[in-house]
């Protein structure tokens, strides 16, 4: 690795963004923080002071095009995703894009139609999971051998509220979309068929969704059960089980200590997934960096951030149809052949 700085400008500057913008300046090397946007310009200004010397916008076209923006990490709403990581890709700047690279699989094959005509990937997506040492620990066994050929992933999702009752749209676009690309990743494999049921939130709108119960069909016959629990009422939890041929590997991600008191056994939840996947975000956005030094992309790309949404629309058709779902097969470009991380 070389030893200069990229200069990053960040877009968004809620929880996620101020995690990665501050992550950025004080804990991640070889980088610096140059830039940050929020249209809510004190909450923009708070991160630029907490950033030591980054300028603040209001205006996401107008940091992307800054001379001193070298790369763009992008964190503001979903639905502005997908155009702002094209404005990036069109400016020849390598962007760190928040999951969902889109808010449907149209979009997105805008950004891989745009990174194809440039012949160059810019963009990774920020599938944390990829970087989580537990779901890390898990692949590389499941890569070994050590449970033969996998037969069945089960991916548990866990939400807290977020305060009101999510869309069905939102929760698979915005959280399940991790489950899905999770499996695809942990197996190695493409989803085929989709199968979703789903309990409404609130009976008055049933466009609402509590809980989410995912089946899929993988291309080489095995299966994955994704739950997706939008409103736990008690903490957020991720975690993954692939059962193989002959063993099974499950990740344990709670890590305060376990405590014995008053004829009680107890163990802390994280609250959300700031503090669940802490060390995940730095070590994604450290690769990133690194990365961007070493002019080698890493990590989840844009194609999995489109396969990904393909395989969200047809969950969203069969919760409609109340069927399973075939999802539609995409071949994968020569440009999108997974590096390792
Ligand atoms: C949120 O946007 C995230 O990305 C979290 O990782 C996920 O667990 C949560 O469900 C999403 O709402």
Excluded at 34 to 56: S, T
Excluded at 138 to 153: S, V
Excluded at 240 to 264: C, M, N, Q
Aim: charged share 25%.
């Amino acid at each position: 690795m070389s030893r200069r700085a990229i200069q990053v400008g960040v877009i968004g500057t809620g929880g996620m963004g101020a995690r990665h913008a501050r992550n950025l300046a004080h804990q991640v090397v070889g980088a610096q923080v140059v830039a940050v946007m929020d249209i809510d310009r004190e909450r923009a200004e708070a991160v630029a002071a907490a950033c030591e010397g980054a300028q603040m916008f209001t205006d996401a076209p107008a940091l992307i095009a800054d001379i001193h923006v070298e790369a763009v990490l992008i964190a503001s709403p979903d639905p502005t995703h997908a155009k702002l990581a094209l404005a990036c890709v069109k400016a020849g700047k390598p962007v760190l894009c928040e999951k969902p690279l889109a808010t449907s699989a149209d979009e997105a094959e805008k950004v891989i139609l745009a990174e194809l005509a440039l012949g160059r990937r810019l963009v990774q997506v920020g599938f944390m999971r990829e970087f989580d040492l537990p779901h890390r620990a898990a692949k590389e066994a499941i890569e070994r051998g050590d449970i033969g050929r996998p037969l069945l992933f089960r991916g548990r999702h866990i939400n807290m509220s977020v305060g009101y009752a999510r869309t069905t749209e939102e929760v698979i676009v915005n959280s399940a979309v991790h489950d899905i690309h999770s499996a695809r990743w942990m197996l190695d494999e493409e989803v085929s068929n989709v199968y979703v049921q789903q309990i409404v939130a609130d009976q008055a709108r049933p466009e609402t969704c509590r809980l989410l119960l995912i089946q899929m069909t993988l291309s080489n016959g095995s299966l994955a059960v994704l739950e997706v629990n939008s409103d736990s009422g008690y903490g957020y939890e991720v975690d993954v089980e692939v059962i193989g041929e002959f063993g099974s590997v499950r990740t344990d991600s709670l890590r305060s200590p376990v405590l014995r008191r008053s004829g009680a056994r107890s163990q802390a939840v994280e609250a959300d997934w700031l503090a669940r996947f802490d060390t995940a975000y730095l070590d994604e956005v450290q690769a990133w960096i690194r990365s961007l030094l070493d002019e080698e992309p890493t990590g989840p790309t844009a194609w999995d951030g489109y396969v990904s949404l393909v395989v969200a629309d047809a969950c969203l058709q069969s919760v409609e149809t109340g069927k399973p779902q075939e999802v539609p097969a995409v071949e994968r470009p020569g440009l999108y052949k997974r590096p390792p991380i």
